[in-house]
């Protein structure tokens, strides 16, 4: 396959919707930070997110998973594998699938181990090379609570308002271990003042039963994203409509046609039927270093703001995406 359709198929877009309105929307483009400030420092630290806070994106993303305790880690996976050194604190712990899973282990247990760029468990080299280096200086995993304290405490010494964007991760696995990681998930964000769609935070989830239950059952009234990874969900919109503030279908699901020959694109009515539901269409993941045979990080960014209309990027660079949005 052309290695820039690799690159397609591994965007993502997420939106936000009004289903009682249609129009053409124009927004101010924004900029999320993926993980922090992933491109250059271990991803979901304290460390690389007061990095990404000084980038100035529009919004911080954590994804969140239980300790055993029920502590809302900040952390990508349920597993812990390939970013920490788990296997060598606690070799005894790992499951009969061979892996260590965030779930098994107390907040202070959790504490106890060291956070590296994210590595491949079998090969044990860094997946992007030339990023920080493996195992070099300190880093720790954290609460939510402690990155949200974080971002307040910066946006009140700085004057700024940066956002939170968590993300619930695989909820179902949860229930099935006896956790239920949205009630918690949900508790701690109005405990710290995010309640409802005028507060500065995005709540997004693959799970759609999960967000369905999270606004209906659970009576959110957070700004909620349904993400999406499957062609077939493109016919879902008018379902997501019903509970979600938006939908988040892979890049791949918004071309029409692709010439890899020229590279050109054509891309079909997704973005603009999502903007006259009133959504806002945000992608990700937009990497400098993983451009395969993109000319430029500038020319990627062209093609996502300029060329498919979207509203906002996840980047682990967002000091590069904010100096694009900023010159144009």
Known sequence: MNNFKILLLTLVVVGCQNPQTKKTMTTKKIVIAHRGASGYLPEHTLEAKAMAY???????????VLSKDDVPIVVH????????????VFPSRKRADGKYYVIDFTYKELLQLNVSERFDTKTGKAVFKNRFPLWKSHFKLHSLQDEIEMIQGLNKSTGENIGIYP?????????????????IVLKVLSDYGYNTKKD???????DATEL?????EL??????VQLTEFAEDNSKLPEFATYADGVGPYFKQLIK???????????NDYVKNAHELGMVVHAYTFRADQLEDL???????????????????FTDFSDKAFLFINKN
Request: one cysteine or more; glycine letters at 4%; hydrophobic letters at 40%.
């Open 200 to 206: 500065n935070c995005i709540l997004q989830c693959f």
């Open 219 to 224: 009576k959110s009234n957070l700004f909620l």
């Open 257 to 267: 046609k692709f010439d890899p020959k020229t590279g050109k694109i054509a891309f």
């Open 295 to 313: 000319p430029s990080f500038d020319y990627l960014l062209d093609l996502a703001f300029n060329k498919a209309n979207l509203d906002g990027v």
């Open 212 to 216: 369905k239950r999270i606004r209906q």
């Open 54 to 64: 000084a980038m100035h994106p529009d919004y911080l993303e954590q994804d969140i």
């Open 167 to 183: 993300e619930i991760k695989e909820p179902a696995f949860h229930l099935e271990n006896g956790k239920d990681i949205s009630v």
């Open 77 to 88: 996976d349920i597993t812990l594998d390939d970013v920490t050194d788990v296997a060598q």
